[in-house]
């Protein structure tokens, strides 16, 4: 009963905060657009604010519509996203304030995966300051770790939203958590400790979205693999996920020193929490000697993490060298022995080396190289067990900074596979920006960039901001 109660209580507490944001950013937005005045109409004469009493709030307002067309049969819309955002910051006293920040989404073309009606999405609830020399932040928020462009290695505590794949910011795309944080002065460096009361999955699209991967997602990649091998094509079968209970025992928590030596910013990381995609753990066969055709049960789970890693980084002049490398100690691996699909826990490696040039003020050049690997054999995987990736990003800016073009290629280096992204933005006035872009995916199918190989797509978004 006491568990039924804890867990009753966290959720209730979510809830009644998700809920609160929710009245709160109603009561602020809503009277801000309808007193703003119509285009027929003179503005109404504004009065000077009392001298010696500002306003403690801060808001900031942005709506944005991306549309994206793909480019491979059946050449359709694939999203129309329009995204309004708002962000109060509110000063309580020089020491404290409070930041509230909510989106409000709607994408009418439905093949995603986001829901179908307006969808109002908190953002921040976040109170920080200082507590002597203790910096807090308490709330709904993201914590970002690691330094890597593209693909994430420490960057583990937030789960992201898939349905648009890996092509939205992660900025965007992190789901913020709420959890309470503390930086306090430790020796010559930072400590940095998080924790979060409860568990929370990424947002995954369905089977039959634009960016699903299969009925459970990950099990077209495997579903794939096996076609591959000459296997024939087994329906499969999904038992109901099982994810953590709503309890204190499935808090998540973690710590990261920072200091400086010599030339070098250097962090060790440890992180204790979940994975945010759940692993197919395979049951069995069913009607394996009936006469009707034979079914692969599968039961999603989501499972525990435990990530070790470090961060390294200096400069030499116009080139900054980045460093990055975690360890995953208990990573769930799809492997494939005795002609059957099953999972074991393997420690997997993450790892990144950078190099960014930016001699002149136009340009800004980064490459990367990734390294993955797991500590399981290659006979008993039924995947690649390295993966090594390199990219390149470009970044320019013409027209005193109003014209801004950019490239982002990201390819495989043991596997025929590749991601290319280029992208333009055009800052007309104060509050207006266009933009038009592109995503190519290629490779084989039975890794992640070739299984959507024919989703490739054009973007154009324009963004109005104040």
Known sequence: ??????????????????????????????????????????????????????????????????????????????????????????????????????????????????????????????????????????????????????????????????????????????????????????????LQLIWVPYFAPARLPAADNEFGLGESFGLGLIDATLREQGLPQIPFRIEPTRRPAYQLKSSQFGARYSRSVGAWDLTANYFYGWEDTPANYFLGVENAIKDSPPTLVFKPSFDRKEVFGGTAATNFGSLVLRLEAGWNRNKVTPVATNAQISYEKHGQVSSVAGLDWSAKTWIWISGQYFLSFTSAPQQKLLFPRYNHLASIYLRTNFQRETLRPELFVLTGLNQSQYLIRPRIVKTIGDHWSVGGGADFFGGKRTNIFGYFDSRDRVVLELKWMK
């Open 1 to 190: 009963m006491r568990r039924k109660n804890s867990a009753h209580s966290l959720r209730s507490l979510r809830l009644c905060c998700e809920l609160g944001l929710l009245i709160i950013c109603l009561a602020f937005f809503f009277p801000a657009i309808a007193q703003t005045p119509a285009e027929d109409q003179e503005p109404a004469p504004q009065q000077d604010a009392p001298a010696g009493k500002p306003s403690n709030w801060n808001w900031s307002f942005s709506i944005r519509n991306r549309t994206g067309f793909r480019t491979n049969e059946p050449r359709q819309l694939q999203m129309s996203r329009t995204i309004f955002d708002a962000k109060g910051i509110y000063k309580i006293n020089d020491n404290w304030r409070m930041t509230l920040e909510g989106r409000a989404h709607y994408d009418p073309v439905e093949r995603l995966g986001y829901p179908k009606n307006v969808w109002l999405d908190p953002r921040q609830v976040l109170l920080d300051g200082r507590a002597g020399k203790v910096d807090l932040k308490l709330g709904l928020q993201q914590v970002v770790w690691g330094q890597s462009d593209g693909l994430r290695v420490l960057d583990v505590i937030n789960p992201l939203d898939y349905r648009e794949f890996i092509l939205e910011d992660f900025i965007d795309s992190r789901r913020p958590l709420w959890l309470a944080r503390a930086d306090a002065p430790v020796g010559k460096g930072s």
